[in-house]
């Protein structure tokens, strides 16, 4: 049996990271957070309140591909909790790894005062609600289809991680 690879994207603070890391534990998987395979440059870009550029995410989307690729060839089931904004994104991610694993696309969809608010309440490294009107004006949202579903952040955490499971076809 392969392994499988999740990707739950979004915008910053949609709730990425707590969804991914509930469903990894629950099917245990590795959980990955995008977030950590950032450079020092592009933290300090975006602790300053700058948004990054394709350029800046290059690399940082092949060092996450990369990683998940070794972890896949190595039999291990994979989380991903990263934004992967645009469809280019999302495909530099996939581009090692799609004839690995099993693998599905997840966005947790919000609307901007709700998550504005979520991350005012939260205390980030670098990412703060100054920088999310620049995620949701690069956001090229996914369509649904047979590897792809878009969840609403109106639902629990906990509710969206049930949902994941049960169309992943995972017990609860």
Request: some cysteine; aromatic content about 8%; overall charge neutral.
């Amino acid at each position: 049996m392969n392994p499988i690879f999740l990707l739950v994207m979004g915008v910053s603070g949609c709730g990425k990271t707590t969804v991914a890391h509930r469903i990894a534990q629950k099917i245990d998987a590795e959980f990955l957070e995008g977030d950590d395979f950032h450079s020092r440059e592009n933290k300090a870009k975006m602790a300053a309140g700058i948004p990054l550029t394709d350029e800046d995410r290059w690399p940082w989307l092949d060092h996450i591909s990369q990683t998940v690729k070794t972890r896949l060839k190595a039999g291990k089931s994979v989380i991903l909790a990263c934004s992967a904004l645009k469809q280019s994104y999302r495909d530099r991610i996939l581009s090692q790894i799609r004839e690995l694993s099993d693998w599905y696309i997840f966005y947790l969809r919000g609307d901007f005062d709700q998550i504005k608010a979520r991350m005012d309440a939260r205390n980030h490294e670098y990412m703060t609600s100054t920088l999310l009107r620049s995620q949701f004006d690069t956001l090229e949202a996914p369509i649904e289809d047979e590897r792809t579903r878009i969840l609403s952040t109106s639902l629990s955490p906990e509710q969206i991680a049930l949902n994941i499971l049960a169309w992943i076809g995972h017990p609860n």
